[in-house]
Protein backbone atom coordinates (compact mmCIF):
# COMPACT_ATOMS: atom_id res chain seq x y z
CA UNK A 1 0.00 0.00 0.00
CA UNK A 2 2.68 2.50 1.03
CA UNK A 3 3.91 1.95 -2.74
CA UNK A 4 0.91 3.64 -4.06
CA UNK A 5 2.01 7.17 -1.95
CA UNK A 6 5.45 7.21 -3.63
CA UNK A 7 5.77 10.65 -5.84
CA UNK A 8 7.86 8.18 -8.83
CA UNK A 9 4.62 9.01 -11.13
CA UNK A 10 5.20 12.58 -10.98
CA UNK A 11 8.11 12.44 -13.16
CA UNK A 12 6.18 11.07 -16.19
CA UNK A 13 4.46 13.26 -18.50
CA UNK A 14 1.11 12.77 -17.22
CA UNK A 15 1.81 12.03 -13.92
CA UNK A 16 -1.34 10.27 -13.51
CA UNK A 17 -0.86 7.68 -10.64
CA UNK A 18 -2.68 4.22 -10.25
CA UNK A 19 -4.37 5.33 -7.09
CA UNK A 20 -5.65 8.58 -8.54
CA UNK A 21 -7.30 6.31 -11.39
CA UNK A 22 -8.55 3.50 -8.84
CA UNK A 23 -10.08 6.62 -6.75
CA UNK A 24 -12.16 7.89 -9.86
CA UNK A 25 -13.58 4.50 -10.99
CA UNK A 26 -14.58 3.89 -7.09
CA UNK A 27 -16.25 7.41 -6.61
CA UNK A 28 -17.80 7.19 -9.46
CA UNK A 29 -19.17 3.37 -9.95
CA UNK A 30 -20.45 3.78 -5.59
CA UNK A 31 -21.25 7.46 -6.04
CA UNK A 32 -23.32 6.62 -9.62
CA UNK A 33 -24.91 3.58 -7.89
CA UNK A 34 -26.21 5.22 -4.87
CA UNK A 35 -27.76 8.03 -6.40
CA UNK A 36 -29.36 5.72 -9.35
CA UNK A 37 -30.75 3.43 -6.51
CA UNK A 38 -31.72 5.80 -4.14
CA UNK A 39 -33.98 7.48 -7.15
CA UNK A 40 -35.91 4.12 -8.25
CA UNK A 41 -36.60 3.52 -4.47
CA UNK A 42 -38.53 6.69 -4.43
CA UNK A 43 -39.70 6.93 -7.68
CA UNK A 44 -43.20 6.37 -6.43
CA UNK A 45 -43.42 8.98 -3.67
CA UNK A 46 -44.34 12.90 -5.16
CA UNK A 47 -43.83 14.84 -1.86
CA UNK A 48 -40.14 12.81 -1.00
CA UNK A 49 -38.66 13.82 -4.14
CA UNK A 50 -40.02 17.55 -4.40
CA UNK A 51 -38.16 17.97 -1.09
CA UNK A 52 -34.51 16.19 -2.46
CA UNK A 53 -35.08 18.04 -5.26
CA UNK A 54 -35.00 21.36 -3.59
CA UNK A 55 -32.55 20.66 -0.80
CA UNK A 56 -29.97 19.02 -3.65
CA UNK A 57 -30.48 22.21 -5.92
CA UNK A 58 -27.49 23.52 -3.97
CA UNK A 59 -27.09 20.91 -1.31
CA UNK A 60 -24.99 18.75 -3.99
CA UNK A 61 -22.33 20.99 -4.37
CA UNK A 62 -21.57 20.73 -0.18
CA UNK A 63 -19.45 18.33 -0.44
CA UNK A 64 -17.25 19.70 -3.04
CA UNK A 65 -16.75 23.13 -1.47
CA UNK A 66 -16.07 20.59 1.33
CA UNK A 67 -12.97 19.11 -0.43
CA UNK A 68 -11.05 22.13 0.47
CA UNK A 69 -11.34 21.66 4.26
CA UNK A 70 -9.17 18.38 3.86
CA UNK A 71 -5.84 18.96 4.60
CA UNK A 72 -2.62 18.04 2.60
CA UNK A 73 -0.76 15.20 5.17
CA UNK A 74 2.64 13.87 3.65
CA UNK A 75 2.52 11.15 6.60
CA UNK A 76 1.30 7.93 5.18
CA UNK A 77 -0.14 6.19 8.06
CA UNK A 78 -2.26 9.58 8.39
CA UNK A 79 -3.26 10.01 4.93
CA UNK A 80 -4.10 6.22 4.79
CA UNK A 81 -6.23 6.11 8.27
CA UNK A 82 -7.70 9.34 8.31
CA UNK A 83 -7.37 11.28 4.87
CA UNK A 84 -8.30 9.26 2.14
CA UNK A 85 -11.56 7.71 3.75
CA UNK A 86 -12.32 11.03 3.96
CA UNK A 87 -11.68 11.83 0.56
CA UNK A 88 -13.56 8.57 -0.70
CA UNK A 89 -16.51 9.52 1.58
CA UNK A 90 -16.52 13.30 0.56
CA UNK A 91 -16.30 13.12 -3.20
CA UNK A 92 -18.84 9.55 -3.40
CA UNK A 93 -21.14 11.85 -1.57
CA UNK A 94 -20.86 14.90 -3.80
CA UNK A 95 -21.54 11.91 -7.10
CA UNK A 96 -24.40 10.26 -5.15
CA UNK A 97 -26.25 13.50 -4.68
CA UNK A 98 -25.43 14.79 -8.30
CA UNK A 99 -26.58 10.96 -9.64
CA UNK A 100 -29.87 11.13 -7.37
CA UNK A 101 -30.74 14.91 -7.85
CA UNK A 102 -30.83 14.14 -11.79
CA UNK A 103 -32.49 10.84 -11.45
CA UNK A 104 -35.44 12.58 -9.84
CA UNK A 105 -35.63 15.40 -11.93
CA UNK A 106 -35.37 13.54 -15.50
CA UNK A 107 -38.21 10.84 -13.96
CA UNK A 108 -40.46 14.21 -13.73
CA UNK A 109 -39.53 14.59 -17.31
CA UNK A 110 -39.34 12.07 -19.12
CA UNK A 111 -41.83 9.81 -17.32
CA UNK A 112 -42.08 5.97 -18.12
CA UNK A 113 -38.69 6.45 -20.42
CA UNK A 114 -36.68 4.50 -17.52
CA UNK A 115 -34.03 4.13 -20.03
CA UNK A 116 -33.20 7.62 -20.51
CA UNK A 117 -33.68 8.85 -16.85
CA UNK A 118 -30.86 6.26 -16.11
CA UNK A 119 -28.83 7.17 -18.91
CA UNK A 120 -28.89 10.42 -17.87
CA UNK A 121 -28.51 9.87 -14.30
CA UNK A 122 -25.16 8.40 -14.98
CA UNK A 123 -23.88 11.00 -17.44
CA UNK A 124 -23.90 13.43 -14.68
CA UNK A 125 -22.90 10.53 -12.06
CA UNK A 126 -19.43 10.80 -14.39
CA UNK A 127 -19.18 14.20 -14.99
CA UNK A 128 -19.42 14.81 -11.41
CA UNK A 129 -17.26 12.49 -10.63
CA UNK A 130 -14.57 14.18 -12.96
CA UNK A 131 -15.34 17.25 -10.96
CA UNK A 132 -14.62 16.20 -7.72
CA UNK A 133 -11.98 13.80 -8.74
CA UNK A 134 -10.13 16.57 -10.20
CA UNK A 135 -10.04 19.10 -7.58
CA UNK A 136 -9.33 16.44 -4.98
CA UNK A 137 -5.71 15.35 -6.16
CA UNK A 138 -4.17 18.12 -4.32
CA UNK A 139 -5.25 16.44 -0.81
CA UNK A 140 -4.31 12.89 -2.43
CA UNK A 141 -1.39 14.28 -1.58
CA UNK A 142 1.78 11.60 -2.81
CA UNK A 143 -0.56 9.38 -4.60
CA UNK A 144 -2.86 12.40 -6.06
CA UNK A 145 -2.57 13.05 -9.68
CA UNK A 146 -0.85 16.32 -9.98
CA UNK A 147 -2.37 17.66 -13.18
CA UNK A 148 -1.85 21.60 -12.26
CA UNK A 149 1.82 21.03 -11.28
CA UNK A 150 3.67 21.61 -14.69
CA UNK A 151 2.59 23.44 -18.27
CA UNK A 152 2.75 21.17 -20.05
CA UNK A 153 1.17 18.59 -17.87
CA UNK A 154 -1.84 20.85 -17.68
CA UNK A 155 -2.22 21.04 -21.41
CA UNK A 156 -1.93 17.39 -21.66
CA UNK A 157 -4.32 16.74 -19.12
CA UNK A 158 -6.64 19.14 -20.42
CA UNK A 159 -6.49 16.59 -23.39
CA UNK A 160 -7.15 13.74 -21.91
CA UNK A 161 -10.18 15.00 -19.93
CA UNK A 162 -11.76 16.15 -23.48
CA UNK A 163 -10.80 12.58 -24.68
CA UNK A 164 -12.74 11.50 -21.99
CA UNK A 165 -15.62 13.60 -22.09
CA UNK A 166 -16.13 12.90 -25.79
CA UNK A 167 -16.32 9.47 -25.31
CA UNK A 168 -18.74 10.00 -22.06
CA UNK A 169 -21.04 11.88 -24.69
CA UNK A 170 -21.00 9.37 -27.69
CA UNK A 171 -21.43 6.46 -25.07
CA UNK A 172 -24.33 8.09 -23.68
CA UNK A 173 -25.77 9.35 -27.48
CA UNK A 174 -25.68 12.83 -25.68
CA UNK A 175 -27.39 16.17 -27.91
CA UNK A 176 -26.57 19.56 -26.93
CA UNK A 177 -29.81 21.29 -27.75
CA UNK A 178 -32.07 18.45 -26.46
CA UNK A 179 -29.75 18.97 -23.28
CA UNK A 180 -30.21 22.16 -22.78
CA UNK A 181 -34.24 22.27 -23.42
CA UNK A 182 -34.07 19.65 -21.22
CA UNK A 183 -31.95 22.10 -18.55
CA UNK A 184 -34.31 25.04 -19.23
CA UNK A 185 -37.35 23.03 -18.08
CA UNK A 186 -36.00 21.81 -15.06
CA UNK A 187 -34.73 25.55 -14.37
CA UNK A 188 -38.09 26.86 -14.79
CA UNK A 189 -39.85 24.13 -12.88
CA UNK A 190 -37.41 24.53 -10.38
CA UNK A 191 -38.19 28.32 -9.47
CA UNK A 192 -41.42 27.15 -7.91
CA UNK A 193 -41.31 28.07 -4.18
CA UNK A 194 -40.82 25.73 -1.86
CA UNK A 195 -43.84 26.89 0.80
CA UNK A 196 -43.74 26.42 4.73
CA UNK A 197 -43.76 22.72 5.01
CA UNK A 198 -40.90 22.20 2.97
CA UNK A 199 -39.10 24.46 5.12
CA UNK A 200 -40.55 22.66 8.26
CA UNK A 201 -39.12 19.54 7.46
CA UNK A 202 -35.67 21.13 5.99
CA UNK A 203 -35.31 22.61 9.66
CA UNK A 204 -36.35 19.53 11.26
CA UNK A 205 -34.01 17.40 9.11
CA UNK A 206 -31.48 19.71 10.04
CA UNK A 207 -32.08 19.41 13.86
CA UNK A 208 -31.82 15.87 13.33
CA UNK A 209 -28.47 15.97 11.75
CA UNK A 210 -26.78 18.12 14.23
CA UNK A 211 -27.92 15.79 16.85
CA UNK A 212 -26.37 12.79 15.06
CA UNK A 213 -23.53 15.22 14.78
CA UNK A 214 -23.51 16.05 18.79
CA UNK A 215 -23.65 11.91 19.15
CA UNK A 216 -20.53 11.42 17.05
CA UNK A 217 -18.44 14.17 18.79
CA UNK A 218 -19.55 13.12 22.22
CA UNK A 219 -18.69 9.22 20.87
CA UNK A 220 -14.59 10.11 21.31
CA UNK A 221 -14.45 10.93 17.97
CA UNK A 222 -13.29 14.26 18.76
CA UNK A 223 -10.02 13.77 17.39
CA UNK A 224 -11.40 13.62 13.93
CA UNK A 225 -14.93 14.79 14.28
CA UNK A 226 -15.39 18.26 15.92
CA UNK A 227 -18.69 19.26 18.18
CA UNK A 228 -21.35 20.82 17.23
CA UNK A 229 -20.28 23.41 20.28
CA UNK A 230 -16.69 23.63 18.64
CA UNK A 231 -18.26 24.63 15.35
CA UNK A 232 -20.46 27.15 16.43
CA UNK A 233 -17.86 28.80 18.59
CA UNK A 234 -15.40 28.52 15.40
CA UNK A 235 -18.34 30.67 13.35
CA UNK A 236 -19.01 33.41 15.63
CA UNK A 237 -15.40 33.94 15.94
CA UNK A 238 -15.06 33.71 12.34
CA UNK A 239 -17.96 36.15 11.60
CA UNK A 240 -16.69 38.77 14.35
CA UNK A 241 -13.30 39.02 12.37
CA UNK A 242 -12.92 41.99 10.17
CA UNK A 243 -10.81 40.02 7.89
CA UNK A 244 -14.03 37.88 6.86
CA UNK A 245 -16.00 40.75 5.33
CA UNK A 246 -12.92 41.70 2.80
CA UNK A 247 -12.50 38.30 1.77
CA UNK A 248 -16.16 37.93 1.18
CA UNK A 249 -16.00 40.86 -0.86
CA UNK A 250 -12.59 39.42 -2.79
CA UNK A 251 -14.62 36.46 -3.33
CA UNK A 252 -17.87 37.81 -4.74
CA UNK A 253 -15.75 40.33 -7.25
CA UNK A 254 -13.99 37.14 -8.23
CA UNK A 255 -16.88 35.40 -8.97
CA UNK A 256 -19.27 38.01 -10.14
CA UNK A 257 -16.38 39.14 -12.40
CA UNK A 258 -16.24 35.69 -13.85
CA UNK A 259 -19.83 34.97 -14.18
CA UNK A 260 -20.17 38.67 -16.43
CA UNK A 261 -17.34 38.00 -19.07
CA UNK A 262 -18.86 34.38 -19.15
CA UNK A 263 -21.94 35.88 -19.55
CA UNK A 264 -20.75 38.03 -22.64
CA UNK A 265 -18.91 34.98 -23.83
CA UNK A 266 -22.39 32.96 -23.93
CA UNK A 267 -24.04 35.42 -25.41
CA UNK A 268 -21.86 36.10 -27.83
CA UNK A 269 -21.58 32.20 -28.95
CA UNK A 270 -25.24 32.11 -29.09
CA UNK A 271 -25.37 34.96 -31.81
CA UNK A 272 -22.49 33.59 -33.71
CA UNK A 273 -23.97 30.15 -33.64
CA UNK A 274 -27.56 31.07 -33.98
CA UNK A 275 -28.52 29.84 -36.99
CA UNK A 276 -28.11 26.14 -38.71
CA UNK A 277 -25.17 25.57 -40.48
CA UNK A 278 -22.26 22.63 -40.90
CA UNK A 279 -20.39 25.13 -38.32
CA UNK A 280 -23.40 25.38 -35.69
CA UNK A 281 -23.68 21.30 -35.54
CA UNK A 282 -19.73 21.40 -35.41
CA UNK A 283 -19.80 23.71 -32.53
CA UNK A 284 -22.57 22.14 -30.73
CA UNK A 285 -20.55 18.47 -31.17
CA UNK A 286 -17.53 19.78 -29.22
CA UNK A 287 -19.03 22.14 -26.87
CA UNK A 288 -19.70 19.34 -23.94
CA UNK A 289 -15.88 18.72 -24.07
CA UNK A 290 -15.40 22.44 -22.68
CA UNK A 291 -17.30 21.51 -19.55
CA UNK A 292 -14.18 21.76 -17.55
CA UNK A 293 -10.77 21.60 -19.67
CA UNK A 294 -10.41 25.47 -20.31
CA UNK A 295 -9.89 25.50 -16.43
CA UNK A 296 -7.15 22.80 -16.63
CA UNK A 297 -5.93 24.21 -19.80
CA UNK A 298 -5.71 27.79 -18.25
CA UNK A 299 -2.96 26.30 -15.32
CA UNK A 300 -0.73 25.74 -18.20
CA UNK A 301 0.22 29.46 -17.60
CA UNK A 302 0.79 29.98 -13.20
CA UNK A 303 4.25 30.83 -13.89
CA UNK A 304 2.83 34.13 -14.76
CA UNK A 305 -1.01 34.89 -14.53
CA UNK A 306 -0.60 34.34 -10.97
CA UNK A 307 1.49 37.51 -10.55
CA UNK A 308 -1.97 39.47 -11.88
CA UNK A 309 -3.40 39.67 -8.39
CA UNK A 310 -7.28 38.91 -8.92
CA UNK A 311 -7.49 38.72 -12.82
CA UNK A 312 -6.13 35.14 -13.73
CA UNK A 313 -9.02 33.77 -10.54
CA UNK A 314 -11.74 35.74 -12.67
CA UNK A 315 -10.48 34.15 -16.01
CA UNK A 316 -10.60 31.12 -14.40
CA UNK A 317 -14.02 31.38 -13.14
CA UNK A 318 -15.06 32.40 -16.52
CA UNK A 319 -13.66 29.39 -17.92
CA UNK A 320 -15.17 26.86 -15.50
CA UNK A 321 -18.91 29.13 -15.99
CA UNK A 322 -19.30 29.64 -19.83
CA UNK A 323 -20.13 26.22 -20.40
CA UNK A 324 -23.27 25.70 -17.43
CA UNK A 325 -24.29 29.57 -18.62
CA UNK A 326 -24.06 28.96 -22.22
CA UNK A 327 -26.23 25.71 -21.48
CA UNK A 328 -29.08 27.33 -19.70
CA UNK A 329 -29.31 30.58 -21.99
CA UNK A 330 -29.43 28.49 -25.10
CA UNK A 331 -31.70 25.84 -23.31
CA UNK A 332 -34.11 29.56 -22.68
CA UNK A 333 -33.85 30.96 -26.39
CA UNK A 334 -37.72 31.46 -26.54
CA UNK A 335 -37.81 33.67 -23.27
CA UNK A 336 -37.02 37.25 -22.37
CA UNK A 337 -33.20 38.33 -22.33
CA UNK A 338 -33.47 39.45 -18.73
CA UNK A 339 -34.42 35.97 -17.69
CA UNK A 340 -32.23 34.18 -20.23
CA UNK A 341 -29.23 36.25 -18.39
CA UNK A 342 -30.39 35.78 -14.61
CA UNK A 343 -30.85 32.42 -15.01
CA UNK A 344 -28.12 31.62 -16.85
CA UNK A 345 -25.96 33.40 -13.88
CA UNK A 346 -27.65 31.57 -11.71
CA UNK A 347 -27.11 28.35 -13.08
CA UNK A 348 -23.97 28.64 -13.56
CA UNK A 349 -23.55 30.28 -9.93
CA UNK A 350 -21.97 27.10 -7.95
CA UNK A 351 -19.57 26.32 -10.70
CA UNK A 352 -18.09 29.85 -10.20
CA UNK A 353 -17.82 28.82 -6.64
CA UNK A 354 -15.40 25.83 -7.21
CA UNK A 355 -13.60 27.52 -9.28
CA UNK A 356 -12.80 30.97 -6.87
CA UNK A 357 -12.06 28.02 -4.39
CA UNK A 358 -9.66 26.24 -6.34
CA UNK A 359 -8.32 29.17 -8.10
CA UNK A 360 -7.67 30.70 -4.71
CA UNK A 361 -6.38 27.81 -2.95
CA UNK A 362 -2.95 27.50 -6.10
CA UNK A 363 -2.44 30.71 -5.72
CA UNK A 364 -3.65 33.64 -3.36
CA UNK A 365 -3.10 35.71 0.00
CA UNK A 366 -6.73 36.58 0.49
CA UNK A 367 -10.26 35.16 0.18
CA UNK A 368 -12.21 32.46 0.61
CA UNK A 369 -10.26 29.72 -0.60
CA UNK A 370 -7.49 31.20 1.45
CA UNK A 371 -9.15 31.18 4.58
CA UNK A 372 -10.32 27.73 4.00
CA UNK A 373 -6.98 26.29 2.85
CA UNK A 374 -5.72 27.99 5.75
CA UNK A 375 -7.71 26.99 8.26
CA UNK A 376 -7.53 23.41 7.64
CA UNK A 377 -3.90 23.44 7.36
CA UNK A 378 -3.50 25.29 10.93
CA UNK A 379 -6.53 23.73 12.71
CA UNK A 380 -6.43 21.15 15.11
CA UNK A 381 -9.92 19.86 14.81
CA UNK A 382 -11.87 20.69 11.95
CA UNK A 383 -14.21 23.67 13.44
CA UNK A 384 -12.24 26.18 11.66
CA UNK A 385 -12.58 24.90 8.15
CA UNK A 386 -16.26 23.79 8.81
CA UNK A 387 -16.70 27.35 10.13
CA UNK A 388 -15.58 28.83 6.62
CA UNK A 389 -17.29 25.94 4.77
CA UNK A 390 -20.76 27.13 6.45
CA UNK A 391 -20.34 30.60 5.31
CA UNK A 392 -19.04 30.09 1.62
CA UNK A 393 -22.25 27.77 1.71
CA UNK A 394 -24.59 30.61 3.42
CA UNK A 395 -23.14 32.67 0.69
CA UNK A 396 -23.95 30.74 -2.08
CA UNK A 397 -27.13 30.31 -0.98
CA UNK A 398 -28.01 34.07 -0.54
CA UNK A 399 -26.51 35.07 -4.16
CA UNK A 400 -28.68 31.90 -5.42
CA UNK A 401 -31.90 32.98 -3.47
CA UNK A 402 -31.39 36.57 -4.49
CA UNK A 403 -31.41 35.79 -8.07
CA UNK A 404 -33.78 33.38 -8.08
CA UNK A 405 -36.46 35.93 -6.55
CA UNK A 406 -35.71 38.19 -9.26
CA UNK A 407 -36.16 35.26 -11.84
CA UNK A 408 -39.07 33.83 -10.44
CA UNK A 409 -40.89 37.92 -10.67
CA UNK A 410 -39.87 38.33 -14.18
CA UNK A 411 -41.12 34.97 -15.17
CA UNK A 412 -44.60 35.64 -13.79
CA UNK A 413 -44.70 38.97 -15.43
CA UNK A 414 -44.01 36.94 -18.71
CA UNK A 415 -46.60 34.22 -18.09
CA UNK A 416 -49.07 37.34 -17.31
CA UNK A 417 -48.23 39.25 -20.62
CA UNK A 418 -48.66 35.82 -22.76
Known amino acids: MAALFTDTHHSTLLGLSFAAVIQFFFIASIGGAAGVG ?23 WIPVIVLWCIPVVNAFPVWLTVILPIILFVTTVGVAMAALHDHILRSSLL ?3 REAVLRSALRTALTQALVVWLFSQSMMSGAGWHWYAKDSRALLSALLIGVVLFIVDRVFRSNFSKCSSACATIILEELKPAGWGMLFRSSTLAVALMFVWWILAAARLEDSISSPASFLA ?3 QLVAKNELWGDLSWASIEIFGGLFFAAILGIALSSIFQKPSVWTSLFFTGLP ?7 MAWM ?12 PKIIGVMLLSVFPFFRAYWGLRDRS ?16 FVAMLFMESMASIKGLGFSLTQASAVAQTRSEGLAVVAVIVGLLFGYSFILRCVARYRYRTEI ?3
Open 337 to 352: LGLRLILGVEHALPFA
Open 300 to 311: AFPGWSFQWGMA
Open 111 to 113: GPD
Open 38 to 60: VGELIRSRAGIKDDIVKLLRIGR
Open 416 to 418: LMD
Open 289 to 295: LTFITPL
Open 234 to 236: SLY
